[in-house]
């Protein structure tokens, strides 16, 4: 049982293409992220969604709309995918009353060719 | 949030206790310290986290200095397994958890 599941685990796309990656945990929580991995390996948090409302949005292109249906998913949407955008994606949980101690899911890596 | 400073690599012989320093000179009262790690190809993993008090679990130990201004996370045993990058975070409850460069932590036979 995954307690954060992402999908697809590898995504390769063109240049100009529209994406999505799929989340959904199990753990009952009441938030979800999304983080991007850069290749220099830095993590930076996108986006947080607390019982569906967007509760975080930091610095990032309108081409990402992330979509949360339920408290247990949160989808990522890319639009007119850039060279830039390769990266690893990893969603994660938490319970927000519960400090922040986060369950990550294991990553998707996106290649745009 | 307080900036953390952490080496940026470390190595540890197997079997030996795990020593990451973690320097946090400007903390506030009301943050706390939480320890991530990262093993190659996998998402964060979220080890131990104290705000004033020393704090023990299964995988590890946190000592927070008296002034609250550094933090060692100690892996009593490492194994090749603890082999990874190791992440010092420190902020408010409720606040963005930001990651920064952390200590790649290479465990060697």
């Known amino acids: 049982d995954t307690a954060v599941s992402q999908t697809p685990k590898y995504l390769v796309t063109q240049m100009g293409n529209d994406k999505s990656i799929k989340c959904e945990q199990n753990?009952?929580?009441?938030?979800m992220y999304w983080y991007k991995q850069d290749s220099k390996k830095f993590l930076k948090i996108m986006f947080s969604y607390n019982n569906k409302e967007l509760i975080i949005n930091e610095t990032v292109p309108n081409r990402f709309s992330p979509k949360s249906p339920d408290k247990a998913h949160l989808n990522l949407h890319i639009n007119s995918l850039e060279l830039g955008d390769s990266a690893v994606y990893f969603c994660?949980?938490?319970?927000?009353?519960?400090?922040?101690?986060?369950?990550f899911g294991s990553g998707t890596q996106l290649s745009v060719l | 949030d307080a900036k953390t400073t952490q080496p940026p690599s470390m190595d540890c012989a197997e079997g030996r206790a795990a020593n990451l320093p973690c320097n946090h000179s400007?903390?506030?009262?009301?943050?706390?310290v939480y320890w991530y790690r990262q093993i190659h190809s996998q998402g964060p993993q979220y080890i131990i986290h104290?705000?004033?008090n020393n704090e023990t679990n299964e995988m590890a130990s946190l000592i927070i200095t008296e002034d609250r201004k550094s933090s060692t996370l100690i892996l009593p045993h490492a194994t090749l397994r603890d082999t990874a990058v190791y992440y010092c975070i420190v902020l408010n409850q409720g606040g963005k958890l930001i990651f920064g460069q952390g200590t790649e932590l290479s465990v060697k036979p």
């Open positions: 753990l009952g929580h009441d938030t």
């Open positions: 400007t903390i506030s009262g009301n943050e706390y």
């Open positions: 104290g705000l004033k």
């Open positions: 994660a949980s938490n319970n927000r009353a519960g400090g922040e101690k986060l369950f």
